[in-house]
């Protein structure tokens, strides 16, 4: 196969990690005779200083023509503190979404072993936790109508049948590749757009009649996904009540620096570690590369590369099994290993595989 | 004092645990030489069997001529699995709150002793865990301009100045009281309504110059609350955002069957168990009837009679302690009283304090 890759290292520690991933991505190809090439785009906070726009043309243009981003991380506090600031990094984010058509965000809440005693929740609660959230990404309260004044300000959760049968299909598709159980989370009892959603999911239902299909209000979704979280294997919602329920899903598997995510729908898919760019962290090589990687082994299994997917998986899981770690995960008293060291190793163990 | 008081014991288990909010109010009134009448009306699928609609006219009177009202319970799983049914409990819940102008919600998450066990979180996490949410209850989408065919939906999450002033002074006023601790949760880097939320609370703030005020992202408190839930003192947000917080804070809590609340504003003020009908348990003498005790204790403290609010938590505290409990929170082995039982014990303290 003949990969195009749009690298988009953003802010703070994402550059670091970016290298990690292409390296990854590098010795997989290598490995199984892909053929890959890179153009690096600039995004967030380095994108309004070179250029004034988080997410320039310049950059959109790129990602349009690759077959897939690498995407690592944007924010800089600098934005944060200061109220004058038009543009923020996160705006970029945004404008990619919607402009590459990035309707399906998909978060895999899984949990690793040697991260369980992270999780605030109790250890058996999360052990078997293995769901993957789904969120709509371009549509409802982030990007219907707005408006504010001094004295009012509103905004609209509109989605049309299209949008809702779009992602509503990803979510199926990924039940039937899994344990064949949906969760579609609203809040019909009382949204009219939350109607709209169930009223096509049940019509959509009979069409994968393998699949079990359970509705919840996102209330209680938001209790169930802390005292069950074992229920869940698939779960869709719309973008904002998906905002707050795969945060809230990624901390319960004490593995949120670990998690990768995907963004797919019109345009080139985009792959991402799930945490930010953590600017305090800048070049100090301490960042955990792992969140990255993963979103290298989603980019694979996107293109149905299963075995690439796979051996990126193993080599982390052995990383993790020998302590080969950074500091954020490293057991006290175990060797912290740089964030290069951890990259290093895992591309080794694929190349040697 | 004299206190006129509208009970409405509503569905399921609400009419039991009803009697025993009643039997409370009268042994403190007793005791501190109150004056109380009552007055009893319709709600929920009760009021809908009898006269069609779940919040009827009468019912809206007599809680408007009223001091105050107690709610114990709506719902009914008949409505929930009639696709035809066009009127709904729960319409009579939001109906109460509209009509009566009950805008701020207060929901205090409490973590008790013996229930803490009972937590899906580390225990060490919630010990220390005691805060209050503050939800906007009349305004955003649950009452915006909404739209709904086949095609498309809407609802419009509209705020306006005064909307938000007054239940942000609320919670400015329970910070005061408290730990001075205020934690406004938004979503100000999406929303329009959100910043106008942000921008009246930065307004607001210095003229609380002791309450520590700061700002969270609603997909960060969703973490947080899990990850340091005792960093917590008083939150506040908009309706939708609450929905989903305040349901995540009473699991957290471990507590979630004794936790009271009251919805406070233009009328008389509602207060209320958190829990639901259970309908399954109706009659069966077996509803632990504590939050609703709980809920009479914020009743009273509402009119600033401290240690009337005071004596019933002890009482409710000690019965705890002595192991007097309903067969949901009985220890293994543990001799099981019913809801009256436990109510009789409650009223019993008190007299006799
Ligand atoms: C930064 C912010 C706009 C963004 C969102 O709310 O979508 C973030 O929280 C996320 O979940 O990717
Ligand atoms: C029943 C429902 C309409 C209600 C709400 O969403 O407000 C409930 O979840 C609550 O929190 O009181």
């Known amino acids: 196969m003949k990969l195009k890759i749009a690298v988009l290292p953003g802010d703070g520690i994402g550059p ?13 190809c290598k490995k199984f005779g892909h053929e890959v090439s890179y153009e690096y785009a600039l995004c967030g906070a380095a994108a309004i200083d070179e250029v004034g726009d988080p997410f320039p043309d310049e950059t959109y243009n790129i990602c349009k023509e690759a077959d ?41 809440v899984q949990t690793f072993k040697c991260m369980v005693h992270n999780s605030p929740l109790k250890a058996e609660l999360v052990e078997n936790a293995d769901f993957i959230c789904i969120r709509e990404l371009t549509g409802g309260m982030y990007f219907g109508e707005k408006y504010q004044d001094d004295d009012k300000a509103y905004d609209t959760n509109m989605y049309t049948r299209t949008e809702i049968e779009r ?8 039940a039937m590749k899994r344990r064949k159980h949906l969760t579609v989370v609203d809040k019909a009892n009382v949204l009219a757009s939350s109607r709209l959603w169930r009223k096509i999911a049940q019509e959509l239902a009979p ?9 919840m209000y996102v209330d209680n979704a938001a209790m169930r996904m802390i005292q069950e979280p074992s ?43 799930i945490h930010g760019s953590w600017p305090q962290a800048k070049g100090l090589n301490i960042a955990n590369p792992v969140a990255q990687i993963l979103s290298v082994a989603m980019l694979f299994e996107y293109f149905n590369l299963k075995e690439e997917g796979e051996l990126i998986r193993r080599a982390v899981n052995v990383s993790l099994d020998k302590g080969v770690r950074t500091p954020d995960i490293q057991v006290k008293g175990g060797r912290e290993y740089g964030t290069k060291e951890v990259g290093e190793w895992i591309t080794d163990y694929i190349i040697n595989a």
Chains 1, 2 share one sequence.
């Open 207 to 215: 069409l994968y009649p393998e699949v079990t299909t359970d509705y």
């Open 231 to 273: 229920f869940f294997d698939v779960m869709v919602t719309e973008n904002t009540f998906g905002d707050i329920l795969t945060d809230e899903g990624s901390v319960i598997s004490g593995s949120m620096g670990l998690l990768p995510s995907a963004s797919t729908g019109e345009g080139a898919p985009v792959f991402e570690p």
């Open 167 to 174: 992602i509503l299909k990803v979510a199926f598709e990924y």
């Open 68 to 108: 897939a981003v690498l995407f690592s991380a944007v924010g800089d506090p600098k934005f944060d503190n200061d109220p004058t600031a038009t543009v923020r990094p996160e705006q970029g984010l945004l404008a990619m979404r919607k402009k590459l058509g990035l309707f399906a965000n998909i978060r895999p």
């Open 16 to 28: 670091e990690i970016s290298v990690q991933g292409v390296n990854v991505i590098n010795a997989v």
